[in-house]
């Protein structure tokens, strides 16, 4: 039921563009994407509803793919400050909207100067 | 931002000795909270679903017994730790959605309480 996230890890060096992604085995109703730094609560980053949809903040953006239910999240021209586990969140269309999150494992980015 | 709050941040206690965890959202009512466990370098897991004046939801695993969850008013969840054992040290935190953002669906979490039975 988990969802699982590729790759485990990745290393950049600063400018450098990554990308994450989170594939499901149930179909989705949401798809959310969270940045967590060592020792803190997650960041909520963006949260993707509709088949199709993409959206992007600055220099992250992300896309879901419904049919396929997988999303991708861009880290394009990596910062230091990206450094983090990058967890994607999905919700499940049998328990759409209730906020009920279940997550991946983790993407660890390291972003070197 | 809406703003959720933790405490303590951080706890250790003895083996066999009961810990309670607060959760409580500051500026705005939450009637659904979310409790999740976080061991070393692995994801959140989630662990209860707290809802306002009604027994929380546990999750498949979740002994029910042993994680007391009250969830008395519409700021706070409280998560009691019964018998702690070392098995249970761990990073829990806790989430709740904001009536003002239910379209966005975005969670709040709190800081998270570190927990460290000796």
């Known amino acids: 039921q988990q969802p699982v996230q590729s790759p485990q890890a990745v290393i950049l060096r600063e400018g450098e563009d990554a990308v994450i992604n989170c594939s499901s085995s149930?179909?989705?109703?949401?798809v959310h994407w969270y940045r967590q730094k060592h020792g803190e609560a997650p960041v909520f980053l963006m949260i993707l509803l509709k088949g199709g949809e993409q959206k992007g903040h600055e220099k992250i953006s992300a896309s879901f793919n419904e049919k396929k239910q997988q999303s991708s999240l861009y880290l394009t021209a990596s910062q230091l400050s990206y450094s983090g586990t990058y967890f994607c969140g999905t919700e499940f269309k049998y328990t759409s909207n209730t906020g009920k999150l279940i997550f991946g494992q983790g993407t660890t980015l390291q972003v070197k100067p | 931002g809406a703003v959720v709050s933790q405490h303590p941040s951080w706890v250790i206690c003895k083996s066999g000795t009961s810990v309670k965890i607060e959760c409580r959202s500051l500026d705005f009512q939450a009637t659904t909270m979310f409790w999740y466990r976080q061991f070393p370098k692995q994801s959140l897991m989630l662990m209860a679903t707290s809802n306002e004046g009604s027994k929380a939801t546990y999750e498949q695993g979740v002994e029910k017994d042993k994680f007391l969850i009250n969830h008395a008013s519409l700021t706070l969840s409280t998560l009691t730790v019964t018998s702690a054992h070392p098995e249970d040290s761990s990073f829990y935190i806790c989430?709740?959605?904001?009536?003002?953002?239910?379209?966005?669906?975005?969670?709040?979490f709190g800081e998270g309480s570190r927990l460290t039975v000796l």
């Open positions: 149930k179909a989705l109703y949401s």
């Open positions: 989430s709740a959605t904001h009536p003002r953002y239910a379209n966005t669906g975005e969670l709040f």
